[in-house]
């Protein structure tokens, strides 16, 4: 299976910070790399896919980026709305994973 | 609209079964592969299942291989989930979710709302 480890697991920002968040894959997962954001437990949303691609209706000031083991998510200057938990998920193999989570909390 | 709405969960003692189903509607239902993810309480997301579109090819995570059995009725726009010999672990939300892709590569963008299975004595 296809092991996917996110770092950090937490961080503390503030709105107007950058923040990056990471992803390695076990092996080679070429661009199969999915980010989504949580908040409450409620329902994923999808915010980028296949690496860099953002999700229709997503703001711009977030961003993906790598390929084979090593992924971004950036958020280019944190908001309100963005405190919340995000998720990496891989496509590559049928059994999919998901990494552990980050969860972004107000400074 | 896509709409995926799950049912079916609820308290159940381990060593039990419960069976979720998830309605599907605003799409072609037996077109998409279709997924069950779940997430215990306080924790991360983790893939449960798929199932192709004919149903032919089946895909578990290993720690329900041998227990749960996912399934679907095209004909009735319908995913389900038979879980057997439920263990404590096994308690979280449920998600139903539909997978688009782009270029060979999957991603989920349809969700359902999710439901609550609680096992416990």
């Known amino acids: 299976d296809v092991q996917m480890t996110q770092s950090p697991s937490s961080l503390s920002a503030s709105v107007g910070d950058r923040v990056t968040i990471t992803c390695r894959a076990s092996?080679?997962?070429?661009?199969?790399l999915n980010w989504y954001q949580q908040k409450s437990e409620k329902a994923p949303k999808l915010l980028i896919y296949a690496a860099s691609i953002l999700q229709s209706g997503v703001p711009s000031r977030f961003s993906g980026s790598g390929s084979g083991t090593d992924f971004t998510l950036t958020i280019s200057s944190l908001q309100p709305e963005d405190f919340a938990t995000y998720y990496c998920?891989?496509?590559?193999?049928?059994?999919?994973?998901f990494g552990g989570g980050t969860k972004v909390e107000i400074k | 609209e896509v709409q995926l709405v799950e049912s079916g969960g609820g308290l159940v003692q381990p060593g039990g079964s419960l069976r979720l189903s998830c309605a599907a509607s605003?799409?072609?239902?037996?077109?998409?592969?279709m997924s069950w993810v779940r997430q215990a309480p306080g924790t991360g997301l983790e893939w449960v299942a798929n199932i192709k579109q004919d149903g032919s090819g089946k895909y578990y995570v290993d720690s329900v291989k041998g227990r749960f059995t996912i399934s679907r009725d095209n004909a009735k726009n319908s995913l389900y989930l038979q879980m057997n010999s439920l263990r404590a672990e096994d308690t979280a939300v449920y998600y139903c979710t539909r997978p688009s892709w782009y270029l060979g590569v999957g991603y989920f963008n349809y969700w359902g709302q999710g439901t609550l299975v609680t096992v416990s004595s």
């Open positions: 998920q891989q496509s590559f193999s049928t059994l999919l994973t």
């Open positions: 092996q080679s997962i070429s661009s199969h």
């Open positions: 605003g799409f072609t239902f037996s077109n998409y592969w």
